[in-house]
């Protein structure tokens, strides 16, 4: 294997059509006789539907149908990926997202909707919807989790009187704990919320149904970030048509964050109605709409202790913990809050007593499932604001309390793997050294200094800590199986060596934004020892790609490029067969080196494209082997991995106004071995954006009614260019231990550490200026970081 | 009603909808994608074009208003050939690349049309400069850290035709070959 592109900052292939707007996304299709869908949304979070006056509408030039809940009966609802059971062993409670609210039925968020209007065009579908006439009976409704499970409170689901979906605990019994935290010489506390968030990814959500009558067969073009999962889902749960009927296509998809995973009612919508009308269908949602439907992120009420002993000593961690999960169970919500999030909560101490006990409701809101993250960035939330705010409780220095409580380092291949208390078992870590390396950025002990002078001014200087470890590569399929999952979470990958040496790879990840196009072809391209421009990779389409689960939980390297080694590992295995016979040797004999095979001690060679045409053109072969050069494979990881890292904050915090302003961001990660470190530091700034995002600016505010009151971009902070810094990033290196490439994952890294560090920071400048205050709520708006001063 | 304006070079008639947006005219009725839409408020960029040398939101402007007027959008930015393949890249166009300066690319032409504007009136900006420019534009994927690396690298490579009074390429064949 040659090393000349691995480990390179290769610039991305991909770019060209992006930069001169030749990027093709999904509403950038236009098909022959497409017609444009537009749907009637409930306008209330929890309302009847009386009646449903269509007259007008259907009367309109250009309206081509109408379709409303009575129409859509025969198609189930959206099915939720993940079973949680109870802790008493019963089943969650699972309603399905109906397809359209019938009349006489409620909706259960803002934004139900219950018919689509379909017409020549996307402007006469607005207006006929418009014209459609809703009898509403508004209903209470309620968007807090922690309200929701009060006596009395509106009920999202009727047959479940209390708004559970499920409670759950994890790790150590809670008698354990109990007396761990009693025996302790400090108890840290506190009570907070990880607010929602909404995932913001640019580009709205965009779908077109295209039936092809003459072949019996579905197209459904989709801003997904996972094909093939989206075709299982339809195919099998939801319409009820054969797979092999139905090719699913996420062609350019601008971001997902998460909120791509997911399979939406309006996919299976316009791919049925297609069928009916016998024309292509599209729907692009616009920004109000994504904002009330696309699945959200985060949403916990939460008490957090953390016990130490005089010592500065963890002795244990006690969580408890309401999460929402809004009206209806999306694809893979039950497992963010549970084994996405409890599973972590050993974070990188040696905390020997943990637990966790959580409930899961339903509200009157959209539904909440992945966002950047996924429970990860939530827990992480809570153990790194523990550990800062147990260090000025303590008087302790946040960054010693740390490394007196870290796990020691561990390989994975010398030592073992580190069993926590929370049922994973971490495949490798090295943490002193992304904190010490942080400090060293930071400059730590001048900083102080500096916090001290600043102190005496109107502007507060504070820092803020987070070390945080995540669980990626998801995951093995045995495990998450045992846990809930109602699919395998391996990968698969075809490498496909053309006659002529040429290499076409099909992956089953999905690249929306990640550079697939040119990591994947970075290392397939070294390990055939060939050109990057003789490699092609192929994804996005269930028809080129033989299946895949797509991309999420910072997977697709430490997964699908797993898959990837696998199948070059047989084409090299057969090529060899194919060389030694042509070079009348022993495969045993051969190495393969810069693409070509040798004879060990001479000069004898034959190189791969030779080989590849040979395998297409055997005249001269050896006997029993099979013509061709093009292997599948599927790869099921061993284990999740585990990336690591140290993020750092610096703030300063006006004194007149509460005005926060974010100086310094440092971030060093260790997400194993790095293939294109361009690409990975890209991954780390944009995840350390959504972070900070979520400290500072973002939130969603939901009244009374639970109407979403801050639905736009005028009203809902997104981060923009003026209110973040530069940011410092380096990294150091512990490959992991159990899949070929040594890989990690680092997409949601940046999501995960960033947003306590500014919290923390905000709390310890503060704390300089002698406002003792424990929590401020995110976003830490001017106005809530001046209350907290001024009480 | 009746539309008549320069599109990247080319003059391009319609009859429209007196209620279409410039942004639906040039993906809609000229195919021009490049331009997207990202919110309904004028507020994330994405569809950012050049009117008349000006960055404007295309989504907040109705075709109409652009009667007469000289558009350019990220799919005209390029220098190109005689035979319509692309001859050099805008220097923009170059700096995103080279400094990763996009992920998923959804943002990107609104970015690059708006930082083609700043550059327009201003040849070296600060970093701080740049973040104030780029207020208009939302992007979800790089934290902008390398967008403003690749402005200033655009800024640090602008070759002597785009320093004249236009920003942008002209489309006509040109003489003198640009060095970057």
Known sequence: MSNKFIGQSIKRVEDKRFITGKGRYTDDIVLPGMLHAHFVRSPYAHARVVSIDMTEAKAMPGVIAIYTGDDVADINGVPCGWQVNFRNGETMREPKHPMLIPTGSTAKHAGDAVAIVIAETKAIATDAAESVMVEWDELPAVANPAEALKPGAPKVHEQFPDNTAFDWSLGNPIEEVDAAMAAAAHVTTLEFVNQRVVPNAMEPRAYIGAYDEMADKYTLYTSTQNPHLIRLLMCAFVLGIPEHKVRVVGPDVGGGFGSKIYHYTEEALVTWASKQIGQPVKWTSDRSEAFLLDAHGRDHVTKAEMGFDADGNVMGLRIKTVANMGAYLSTFAPAVPTYLHGTLLQGLYVTPKINIDMTCVFTHTVAVDAYRGAGRPEATYLLERLMDLAALEMGMDPAELRFKNFIPKFDGVNEPGYQTQVALQYDSGDYAPVLERGLEMLGYNDFRAAQQEAAKTNKLLGVGFSTYVEACGIAPSAVVGALGARAGLYESAQVRVQPTGKVSVFTGSHSHGQGHETTFVQVVADKLGIPMEDVELVHGDSDTVAFGMGTYGSRSLAVGGSAIMKSIDKVLEKGAKIAAHKLECAEGDLTYDEGKWTVKGTDKSIGFGDVALTAYVPHVYPAGLEPGLDFSSFYDPANFTYPFGCHIAVVEVDKETGKTTLKRMIAVDDVGNVINPMIVDGQIHGGLAQGIGQAMFEGTIYDENAQLTNGTYMDYCMPRADDLPLFETDRRTTPCPHNPLGVKGAGEAGAIGSTPAVVNAVIDALWSGGHQVKDILMPMTPERVWRAMNN | ?180
């Open chain 2, 1 to 180: 009603m009746q539309v008549n304006l320069t599109v990247n070079g080319k003059v391009r008639q319609a009859d429209l909808e007196d209620r279409t947006l410039l942004v639906d005219f040039l993906r809609d009725n000229l195919r021009l994608t490049g331009t997207h839409v990202g919110c309904d408020t004028s507020s994330c960029g994405s569809c950012t074009v050049h009117v008349d040398g000006v960055a404007v939101k295309s989504c907040t402007l109705l075709a109409a208003q652009a009667d007469g007027c000289t558009v350019t959008t990220i799919e005209g930015l390029a220098q190109f050939n005689a035979n319509g393949t692309i001859g050099q890249l805008h220097p923009l166009q170059e700096g995103f690349k080279e400094c990763h300066g996009l992920q998923c690319g959804f943002c990107t032409p609104g970015m690059i049309m708006t930082a083609a504007d700043l550059l327009s009136r201003q040849r070296n900006p600060s970093e701080h400069d740049i973040r104030e420019a780029l207020e208009g534009n939302i992007c979800r994927c790089t934290g902008y850290h390398n967008i403003v690396k690749a402005i200033q690298w655009a800024a640090d490579h602008t070759p002597a035709p785009l320093l004249a009074d236009h920003h942008v390429w002209t489309n006509e064949p040109t003489t003198e070959p640009a060095a970057v």
